[in-house]
């Protein structure tokens, strides 16, 4: 089966046991909602970093599907092809 | 030079826009400086739970990126754990997420357990283990006020909670909103607000939409609180249903600063800033006024504090201590944070250069601290495991208690 792989920045990889990249199995497309579910089902912490408790994205988080960041698709909804790779980076902000 | 071991210690954490700091003094006089912790995270609010076996230091982390959460830590900082799933989450069904936590409240020794939180959107959550877990408090986020409450400058918050000792009566002030006072332990909430001015409204007396920027409790007398406005230096006898001025006497009535003596009757102290539109100490000069008769007078207190000043005291960037005498500990959003173990009379700077100070907060703590040689190293070490990559920092805890 193909998988659906889902790179993290290194600041979020000690959340995620100090993996740099998470892997999913996938048949077909999946939504990132879902991918992300998917990905972040054993790392609580992790998927509270990218998402508050309504389910949106933080604001400061980018992911990027086909070199494409989310919000200019169709958010959360952006379908990810089975043996795409998705792109998580934090946004330029602060001071 | 031998240990002076002593039976108790103090400890004053410094929160500020890009981290938490950790002064440990024996004496109030000479302070040793760890952090950052949670460097890049700011941190607006701290609780110091003094309550059970050994002190419990809750702290209201934000990222920029990462968002909010509550951490805690039972060996004054060495370690940080966050809950899993996060200790405060707004649950379903209410559409709204969790921005910032204003406040973190320990509750009285008689209700071991209880901490209050105060958040932004507003909202005020009750926690029983601790601050493992809050619940929000449904009466608050359900009144019928709530959709014409709005924002201060630093956002729509509820920063204020005060507890009286038999717990029944809970007062709570939020910006913009003003002071809402339960009398039934947070089931239900009334606008109290009589007396306080909103000029920036068309109606300068409303009900609610005042915009209190803190309150706190007469140490002795019931029903006695005080409270900085926006404009406004107020004092309630009678529970909050009716605020008199007790500005009289301050060099300004704009600040956000109020604190209250741990036990004395009719001692507070607040920090005024010159005005709404310029927010500097009065002709740039910083200074902390006492009142020891409930604010009919008030005493000017700068010994110790720098020539010129300009920035702010935010309202959580005072705190004080439970000592004998009284120990009065703020910090400036220039960085500098100054502690008084004298209430207030002479000050000494404990900290400079530091980011924004959002929040400080002082404790008596068992346990010996000590100026030998060998714990200098210690100290020493303990900054440097502090010193926190961000990368650290941003899994400053993960699923289980990791080092700091």
């Known amino acids: ?95 | 030079m031998g240990c002076m071991a002593t039976a108790e210690s103090y400890v004053l954490a410094i929160g500020t826009k890009k981290g938490l700091w950790l002064a440990r003094s024996t004496d109030r006089k000479e302070w040793s400086l760890s952090g950052p912790h949670f460097l890049m995270s700011e941190i607006p609010s701290i609780g110091i739970d003094t309550r059970g076996d050994s002190p419990r230091i809750l702290v209201g982390v934000r990222s920029e990126h990462w968002g909010p959460t509550v951490a805690h830590s039972d060996d004054l900082g060495a370690t940080w754990t966050e809950p899993e799933q996060g200790a405060i989450k707004f649950p379903e069904g209410t559409d709204a997420a969790l921005e910032r936590i204003w406040q973190i409240y320990p509750d009285s020794a008689s209700r071991p357990g209880v901490v209050w939180a105060g958040c932004e959107p507003i909202s005020v959550w009750k926690s029983t283990d601790g601050g493992e877990h809050f619940e929000l408090n449904r009466g608050l986020w359900d009144h019928p006020h709530r959709s014409e409450w709005g924002a201060g400058y630093g956002g729509a918050a509820a920063h204020s909670i005060v507890v009286n000792p038999s717990g029944e009566n809970v007062h709570v002030a939020m910006s913009t909103g003003g002071v809402y006072r339960s009398l039934d332990g947070g089931a239900s909430w009334e606008a109290r607000n009589k007396g306080i001015s909103a000029y920036f409204m068309p109606d300068p007396n409303p009900e609610f939409g005042q915009c209190v920027h803190k309150i706190a409790a007469d140490a002795a007398v019931e029903g006695r609180l005080y409270a900085q406005n926006h404009h406004g230096v107020y004092r309630t006898d009678d529970n909050g249903e009716n605020w008199i001025s007790i500005a009289d006497g301050l060099p300004a009535d704009f600040g956000f600063v109020m604190l209250t003596h741990p036990r004395r009757e009719g001692t507070a102290w607040v920090v005024p800033i010159k005005a709404d539109g310029e927010r500097i100490p009065p002709d740039g000069r910083l200074a902390v006024h006492r009142t020891d008769d409930a604010g009919g007078s008030w005493k000017r207190l700068d010994v110790g504090l720098p020539d010129h000043e300009y920035n702010a005291v935010l309202r959580d960037a005072a705190a004080v201590d439970s000592a004998e005498p009284a120990g009065v500990y703020f910090g400036t959003r220039g960085g500098s944070v100054y502690a008084s173990a004298d209430e207030g009379e002479s000050f000494i700077e404990v900290a400079s250069h530091l980011p924004d100070v959002l929040c400080v907060r002082a404790a008596v703590v068992p346990g010996v601290a000590s100026g030998d040689a060998a714990d200098d190293a210690a100290v020493q070490s303990a900054v440097e495991s502090a010193a926190l990559s961000e990368a650290e920092s941003a899994a400053f805890a993960a699923a289980s208690t990791v080092p700091a």
């Open chain 1, 1 to 95: 089966m193909a998988e659906i792989t889902v790179v993290l920045p290194s600041v979020l990889q000690p959340l995620a046991g100090g993996q740099s990249c998470l892997t999913t199995p996938a048949d077909g497309a999946v939504t990132v909602e879902s991918l992300l579910d998917a990905v972040t089902g054993d790392y609580p912490v992790l998927a509270r970093r990218l998402r508050d408790e309504t389910g949106s994205l933080r604001r400061f988080v980018n992911i990027y599907v086909g070199g494409e960041e989310v919000r200019r698709l169709k958010g959360l909804e952006t379908e990810v092809a089975a043996g795409q790779e998705v792109l998580i980076i934090q946004s330029v902000a602060g001071g």
